[in-house]
């Protein structure tokens, strides 16, 4: 099954959010929590010998996905899934959107020149929002807990942001008794063409499947939890001054 939608992953910049990884459901505040204290560090061994080789508990990967969870790990914001024309196996960790809400994407001026920016509408939160008051659209959004599988079987969080038309293809999936729920089985995931042109292409796998079509040995359950979950707390409020700012400029501009 696949699906036609506007693809905003060829814009350089969208507007970042915050990044957290809780396990916990989604709660009403979203607050961001304190962060958890760094446990107690080891003690170390003697250094009775230079030489000698000391173990560690967790093991040093090699390979593409161990090195892309090294460089997201350094990042302060969410990881977003952007679908490629390569197929990507994913698998969804939750049965559900972790946050539907809408957002505005406006053009505006940076140093490389005209960009789209992304500002979640006000009237997500029950108020007023400026750019809606002067006849901007803003896009509906709904974002799920995913986690990217590498050919090495290594997981890596994401969240997968979908617009209205690819929210229909997998609600009708996790509806479906033979593929739903939809964390059961797996995704392969690719796109092609660019732009209004973008078709999304999303492909039930079953897990049994992994390793005979794509070589990919599944993750166990205890690598699918340790890859953690974000919630309702990374989607970026703005500031009501400040989409009003934007507002004034896209009217005058206009």
Known sequence: MSTEEYDY???????PRPRTMKRSPVEEDVEDEAPAPRAPRAEEPE???????????API?????????VMDSSSDYAQVLKLETNIQIIKFTEDQPYANYRRHWVDRMTAKGPQ???YTCLETVGKTCPLCSIG????????FNVVLVGDDGQVMLKTWDVGARLFN???AYANDPKI???????????????????QMN????????????YDITPPTAAELKAAGKYDASIIQIPKKTDLEEIAQEISEYD
């Open 9 to 15: 992953d060829d814009e350089e910049e969208i507007a």
């Open 47 to 57: 250094e009775d010998d230079e030489d000698e080789t000391l173990s560690v508990e």
């Open 61 to 69: 990967h090699s390979g593409w996905t161990a090195g892309q969870k």
């Open 116 to 118: 789209k920016r992304a």
């Open 136 to 143: 901007d659209r803003p896009q509906a959004v709904s974002a």
């Open 169 to 171: 293809v997998l609600k």
């Open 180 to 198: 739903g729920p939809l964390s059961k089985g797996y995704f392969a995931v690719s796109k092609t063409g660019v732009k209004q042109n973008t």
């Open 202 to 213: 999303v492909i039930p796998v079953r897990e049994n499947a992994l390793l005979e079509d």
